[in-house]
């Protein structure tokens, strides 16, 4: 497990390559080095004689041949070379110098210097074909040859200069002893370089990972702050503006969802409403209907009392008028609800709708002995259509007067309330239960729950005033007073 995490971690890859790659390249520069060592070190060394030899050849043209093994001394002690002096003749000359070649050996052809320093050096020469002539050539070793011309003489001498290397180098000597301190030396630089660049490359990489997964999770609440002009400051800046739309986009697709489950919530709640409507306005007719095919079929078959034909003639009638005007509401309500509020709008009067309106239930009034008080402001206008608008305010004006109790009182009121139109209708003597007032407004609810036609309508008539008014950007309100009860009517001002 933990071998497959260092083999997929992305640092441990960065810095083990790095480490190669610097310890590869310090490898082969100390190859280089080592391998160059020896010939650039005796390049400088020849390099170095030769000016020395060109000045101690400047410094001979001004001595005498006899004074002149004191010069070659100091050139040999500050040079570290060997050098010998070859006349005219070919023959070696004795320049009295305690440290050039003087002689050669007859027996073993070696050259020795005239100065005891415990050892003698020892040069390989090559022998001519004439008898005193020697030619020097040094297997090992690069000689430097140059022309001699001493003080007041005209004759060239041939000077033989060289230096003292050794076959092994020193300085490859020195170079391999400390091979092992350099090595060790080059792996712990290679490790701390790669272990700095890994982490310069990999620390934002991984937080840039890190961010990623949090995208995936759809975690928007970050923000990159790579500060980096390369590709990863970029990509990191990339990613907050990718985080930015994204979040947006989130907020706007959640925001759409929210109301698209609003729709689909507000049109199943419509659907059960009309499935509702549609079953009670079933059951509604369907008790008329038996009732009104009993009465037939009693009078067509002369059924005890349903032979006196002209009662029970007028009672099919009642009923059937109130099957009209149930078909009526019905049908108001379907042709309000199809058109969405899209009638045709105009200024409407509110005081004088609400006035027409108490006239036609005058005679209901009369018969109930009721009071009527009127407040209404005139010219209190509102936007909406007329016969709707009659309706609705109509509808409120005749539950008053019906459920009003014999010389009960019913007040009007329109003006402004809070700068919005308004209406009001109270009836006195006569309250509504708790309970049943949050359902006022419902299709076919009535307070008195045995649905007798003698106790109440069909109760439609507050239904087609809340959808009435909700077309007209309206809404109405019924609670309670202290003398009984007050329906508020509130209207947008007109624009």
Not at 254 to 281: H, I, T, V, Y
Not at 333 to 349: K, M, N, P, T, Y
Not at 363 to 372: G, H, P, S, Y
Not at 453 to 473: A, K, M, N
Request: with cysteine; charged share 20%.
């Amino acid at each position: 497990m933990l071998r497959k995490k260092i083999r997929e971690s992305l640092t441990v890859r960065i810095f083990l390559i790095t480490a190669l790659i610097l310890l590869g390249a310090g490898a082969i520069t100390f190859g280089l080095i080592a391998w160059a060592t020896p010939s650039t070190y005796t390049a400088v060394i020849n390099d170095d004689l030769t000016k020395q030899v060109n000045a101690l050849v400047e410094k001979l043209a001004d001595t005498t041949l006899e004074d002149c093994g004191s010069v070659l001394d100091a050139f040999l002690r500050d040079s570290g070379a060997d050098a010998m002096l070859v006349g005219p003749d070919e023959q070696i000359v004795n320049t009295g110098s305690q440290f050039a070649l003087q002689s050669i050996c007859e027996d073993t052809g070696k050259m020795t210097t005239a100065a005891d320093i415990g050892s003698t050096v020892t040069y390989t020469t090559d022998r001519l074909d004439t008898e005193d002539s020697v030619t020097v050539t040094m297997s090992e070793q690069a000689t430097i040859t140059a022309d001699v011309r001493f003080l007041n003489q005209s004759d060239s001498y041939t000077l033989y200069v060289t230096p003292r290397l050794k076959t092994e180098n020193l300085a490859v000597q020195a170079l391999i002893q400390m091979a092992p301190w350099l090595l060790l030396l080059l792996l712990i630089f290679s490790l701390l370089c790669a272990l700095v660049y890994s982490r310069y490359i990999a620390r934002p990489i991984v937080r840039l990972s890190g961010i990623a997964g949090k995208m995936a999770d759809l975690d928007f609440g970050w923000t990159c702050e790579e500060t980096r002009q390369d590709e990863i400051g970029n990509l990191g800046r990339s990613l907050n503006q990718m985080a930015q739309k994204l979040s947006g986009a989130l907020c706007d697709l959640k925001a759409s969802n929210e109301a698209l489950r609003g729709e689909m919530e507000q049109e199943r709640e419509m659907d059960r409403q009309r499935m509702a409507f549609f079953s009670a306005a079933s059951h509604e007719l369907k008790t008329p209907v038996t009732i009104l095919k009993g009465q037939l079929s009693g009078m067509l078959d002369g059924v005890d009392v349903y032979q006196d034909r002209e009662k029970y003639l007028a009672r099919s009638l009642q009923v059937t008028a109130r099957m009209e005007n149930l078909i009526q509401e019905i049908l108001t309500i379907s042709r309000v609800e199809a058109h969405g509020g899209a009638f045709v709008q105009e200024l409407v009067d509110i005081s004088e709708i609400a006035k027409r309106q108490m006239e036609l239930d005058t005679d209901l009034i009369q018969q109930k002995n009721l009071r009527v008080t009127v407040d209404l402001c005139p010219g209190l206008t509102v936007k909406g259509e007329p016969s709707m608008l009659a309706k609705a305010i109509g509808n409120l004006i005749s539950n008053a007067a019906l459920y009003s109790p014999e010389g009960g009182e019913i007040r009007i009121w329109s003006g402004l309330q809070q700068d919005t139109p308004a209406l009001t209708i109270e009836n006195t003597g006569v309250h509504i239960g708790t309970e049943a007032l949050p359902h006022l407004f419902e299709a076919f609810y009535r307070e008195e729950q045995s649905r007798n036609r003698r106790t109440g309508g069909s109760g439609l008539g507050l239904y087609l005033v809340r959808i009435i008014l909700e077309q007209h950007r309206a809404n109405c309100r019924i609670e309670n007073t202290e003398n009984g009860v007050q329906a508020t009517v509130s209207f947008n001002p007109p624009k």
